[in-house]
């Protein structure tokens, strides 16, 4: 029988290892920080980062390790799969969008503080104040001077005079207003991803619900990949064992062979000369040490319709080359 390489695994299998070790450990990170932010105290933080740690693991290796199981195992295990996987979107879903807060709150700082009022007092006030003084010049004006006219005039400039500064002071409040609401549509502006805020202006939606949709898509993307590649993974390698029955025969047939090459009387060869077997007689293929090591990878049975299915040859090249597989097995 052909040795099985003990480097490790084929390149390809290393890769998904690599890749589903990845994907597996981001989707703990991500799972680890929503539960951490989910839980108030120690105690419910840690649990939760325990329960997400669970149903993430759970999600991505259970179809591999039920595939061979019964069919009834299999059903019960495919419904506690979606679960997982819901429960598992659901972490990394709050991860994102918690995560797309957080950058938002970090970009708004940026902005400066807003201004505030000149004179602490609303607008609301100020005009109440005017109103009130316009009605009291208003009076002023409908009265005739016939004794007191400088006192007269005297508060008429004077009412004018608090109406002009009530109107400067409302001309404040106004700019005042005008550069806090420019500075809070910025805000609202930076707080959104500028991709999520133009995608939602282009669909004609909500940027919370872009940011829903986009998070949910990541989610199912990174677990549908983890799943896949731990399905890969663990997959149970090719059997090589079924290559003994094949071989035994040819290997016995080979062995007798090289008997009766071997001379039957000493007479004829001198004592001081090893007997050594004649070479076969098929001339070596170059294309031997490649099939067999696919052979001792399990990618190949060492049978005539494997190596013709591999190689693409002829019926007589496939049995040649298998005698000549089955000659290198009693040296491995």
Do not use: K
């Amino acid at each position: 029988m052909i040795p099985v390489d003990a480097a490790g695994p084929p390149p390809s299998r290393r890769g998904a290892i690599v890749l589903a070790l990845g994907a597996t450990g981001t989707a703990l990170c991500l799972s680890t920080l929503a539960g951490w932010q989910r839980g108030g105290p120690l105690v419910e933080r840690l649990v939760w980062v325990a329960i997400g740690t669970v149903l993430v693991i759970s999600a991505h290796v259970l179809p591999a390790l039920v595939r061979d199981a019964p069919l009834v195992v299999r059903s019960v295990a495919a419904v506690l799969w979606l679960a997982c996987m819901a429960t598992a979107c659901h972490g990394h879903l709050t991860f994102f969008l918690l995560a797309q807060r957080h950058a938002g709150e970090l970009r708004t700082d940026s902005v400066v503080s807003p201004v505030p009022l000149p004179s602490g007092r609303s607008l609301t006030a100020v005009m109440a104040d005017r109103a009130t003084l316009t009605a009291q010049l208003a009076t002023a004006n409908t009265w005739r001077c016939q004794r007191e006219c400088p006192a007269l005039v005297a508060r008429r400039t004077t009412l004018a005079a608090r109406l002009e500064v009530l109107d400067a002071e409302a001309q404040d409040i106004r700019r005042a207003q005008a550069t806090d609401d420019r500075l809070t549509a910025r805000r609202d502006m930076l707080l959104a991803d500028p991709v999520t805020a133009r995608v939602a202006a282009l669909l004609g939606t909500t940027v919370s619900r872009i940011d829903l949709l986009s998070g949910l898509a990541f989610a199912v993307v990174l677990e549908g990949v983890a799943c896949l590649l731990w399905a890969i993974t663990l997959r149970s390698p090719p059997a090589v064992t079924d290559v003994t029955p094949v071989t035994a025969p040819v290997m016995a047939s080979h062995g007798q062979a090289t008997r009766s090459h071997q001379p039957e009387s000493e007479s004829h060869v001198a004592a001081s000369h090893p007997v050594a077997p004649s070479p076969p007689t098929e001339p070596a293929d170059p294309a031997v040490p490649q099939l067999a090591r696919e052979v001792a990878a399990g990618r190949v049975r060492l049978t005539v319709v494997d190596i013709r299915r591999h190689l693409g040859c002829s019926q007589a090249r496939a049995v040649a080359m298998r005698r000549q597989l089955a000659s290198l097995t009693p040296e491995a």
